[in-house]
């Protein structure tokens, strides 16, 4: 392993955990009734989009993995949409991850700013970037609670279930 082989590798950390806070930072401003609702679910039902997410996990694989042995090029163009869009709805449930973080670790109540959701991403990746524990713990966990918070909050109805459950309801 060379030098230019390490600087490669950190280049290629700090640019992708430059695009996870720029995206993040896009997506909590375009779509902020999507990030509340997987926030919601995320901070009230961790294991059911952890679950959610394991199973989407698998349907994906599967699905993707029967369009790419079709012949046909069309069914190769929607298994990389598919793929594309999984990791879009994974990414809306790690904003969402990301924002839960940086409300809890904010000592007071009160509407998130952009300095606390970046600090909430930089939380989360900073947690992944640890060796083992956060390759092999971390990263999975967060990923499958991520696409699983996102898939629910892409749901048709996912605002009220999400409504229902959320700690102001129930005040």
């Not at 909590?28 to 059911?48: C, D, Q």
């Amino acid at each position: 392993m060379t030098l230019a082989d390490v600087l490669t590798a950190v280049a290629s950390l700090a640019i992708a955990g430059a695009g996870f806070a720029s995206m993040a930072v896009i997506l909590s401003l375009f779509m902020p009734g999507a990030v509340e609702r997987a926030t919601a679910r995320i901070a009230n039902r961790k294991g059911l989009s952890f679950g959610i997410g394991l199973v989407s996990l698998f349907a994906l694989l599967a699905l993707v993995g029967a369009l790419l042995k079709a012949p046909s090029p069309a069914a190769r163009i929607a298994a990389v949409l598919l793929i594309l869009g999984g990791f879009a709805t994974a990414l809306l449930g790690g904003v969402a991850l990301a924002r839960m973080l940086a409300a809890r670790v904010r000592a007071i109540e009160g509407p998130l700013g952009l300095r606390d959701l970046l600090r909430g991403v930089f939380l989360l990746e900073t947690a992944v970037l640890l060796p083992i524990v956060g390759w092999f713990l971390v990263l999975p966990a967060a990923f499958l609670i991520s696409l699983g918070a996102g898939f629910l909050s892409l749901w048709p109805g996912a605002s009220r279930a999400a409504a229902m459950t959320s700690p102001a309801a129930s005040a």
